[in-house]
């Protein structure tokens, strides 16, 4: 069986990886240069580091298997950051249950009922009561009313921007366990995964891999439309050139998707707009100084233009970027907000002062370089209800097949789970090859 997959970023060029493994030829064709996807990086001291912050969690067995399976398991080191939260104009330790109950910005009262909610939570071992609930009608009867507003109110928001309130609880439970679950033994901190030589590490490992096998990798390349080719097999036109396949995935995004299919289509496009999507917007700026002690800050303070302050350099050690320090300043956006379209350098100038907000010892002449990046189909939103909406792996189009980060429930987007959903429809395309085969057959 040939399967072409759109897109060769980490769900791409695993699925292939899988396929080829079963025996499967496979042609991957991707719009950038590089593959990677979200995963793409820059070089800063001569060392890469990723556009779009990552990190892995000790009970990411998919990713961490992968690793091990293509011989770079061992380039995996496992940091303990500290973790920082700003709320109030005042910036709080946030890393351990200590820092917890030491947290001013809520009452005493709070902090314990937040406490005792947060353990009642993650003792927990089924989402299933959640799925059909939200996250802002369940969460203030485990932590208060008070906890809510101050944290999770505040993280919801921005995540998921205008559509906060309509989050499925399901999926906020599952984000807890996952950052429970990644603990030292004494819950101190949280152990975090990196690649030494960054995740492009895994990126080339794959792509090397999948090459070898035989797989034909085409970059610098958008597929321009997805249609029923002559005389019925799944084709795709890629610079005007028809690609034949008896199966074809899709692993970018659903309003993507929408926009590659043909107006022939259009009742099953239509139930994909179903599923809204907030985007991603990130400035990766190197800057002079050290602004706190802190990796990953939260912002609980909305009136401030992002929703994460993340210093790279607090996480892995700067002598790997030439001495450089690194700070990620984070963003989820309604597609059609300014920040897509605003000019990098105007955007950076917009920072500033909010980023010396937060860590007073900051000035513009700290900024040595930036690079921006955009992603306006990065984060699905997980309505209540969610599980009846998820997309299935085959589409009502024979021979084409879905598998992005709309398929990830309930757990939140991240490496881990794209490497699950390559596992799964790999399996499902297996399953289903006898009959793609057969159609090709029949119509010829």
């Known amino acids: 069986m040939k399967v072409v997959i759109v897109g060769a970023g980490i769900t791409g060029l695993a699925l292939a990886h899988e396929l080829l493994k079963l025996g499967h030829g496979v042609t991957l064709v991707e719009a950038a240069p590089r593959p990677g996807g979200e995963l793409a990086t820059v070089e800063v001291g001569g060392e890469p ?60 009262w709070a902090r314990l009922r937040l ?34 507003e101050a944290i999770f109110a505040s993280m919801l928001r921005a995540k998921f921007a205008g559509h906060w309130e309509s989050v499925s609880m399901a999926w906020m439970w599952a984000r807890l366990m996952a950052r429970a679950r990644t603990r030292t033994a004494d819950k101190r901190r949280e152990r975090l995964g990196y690649f030494r030589g960054s995740f492009r590490v895994i990126v080339d490992a794959l792509a090397d891999s999948v090459r070898e096998r035989g797989a034909e990798l085409r970059l610098a390349s958008p597929v321009q439309e997805i249609t029923i080719g002559e005389p019925g097999a799944p084709a795709l036109r890629v610079n005007d050139e028809p690609v034949q ?92 907000h300014e920040f897509f379209q605003l000019d990098d350098d105007v955007l950076i100038e917009r920072f500033v002062d909010p980023i010396a907000k937060v860590f007073p010892a900051f000035r513009r002449e700290h900024i040595e370089e930036a690079w921006v990046s955009r992603d306006p189909v990065a984060q699905p939103v997980i309505e209540a209800g969610y599980q009846r909406r998820k997309p299935p792996y085959p589409s009502p189009i024979p021979g084409f097949y879905i598998c992005n980060t709309a398929q990830i429930y309930p757990e939140d987007r991240g490496t881990n789970y794209n490497v699950r959903i390559a596992k799964e429809c790999a399996a499902q395309l297996e399953a289903d090859a006898p009959k793609l085969v057969a159609r090709r057959s029949d119509d010829t």
Request: charged share 25%; glycine share 10%; hydrophobic share 40%.
């Open 49 to 108: 580091v990723e556009r779009f912050y990552h990190h892995l969690f000790t009970h990411d067995s998919f990713m961490i298997g992968l690793a091990e399976e293509l011989g770079v398991g061992d380039r995996l080191e496992w940091p303990e950051p500290e973790m920082g939260y700003f709320l109030g104009g005042r910036l709080y330790p946030f890393t351990s249950p200590l820092d917890l109950l030491r947290f001013g910005a809520l009452s005493h």
């Open 115 to 148: 406490g005792l909610g947060s353990v009642l939570l993650q003792r927990r071992t089924d989402y299933g009561p959640f799925e059909d609930l939200t996250a802002a009608e369940v969460l203030p009867r485990y932590v208060g009313r008070e906890a809510f």
């Open 245 to 336: 396949a008896d199966a074809v995935v899709a692993t970018v995004g659903l309003p993507i998707i929408r926009r590659l299919l043909p107006p022939s289509r259009r009742g099953f496009t239509d139930s994909l707009a179903a599923t809204a999507y907030v985007g991603a917007c990130v400035a990766l700026i190197q800057i002079r100084e050290q602004l706190s002690r802190y990796y990953w800050t939260n912002i609980g303070d909305r009136d401030l233009p992002f929703a994460g302050l993340i210093e790279h350099t607090n996480y892995v050690d700067r002598e790997r970027y030439g001495g450089k320090r690194l700070l990620y300043v984070s963003n989820y956006l309604p597609p059609e």
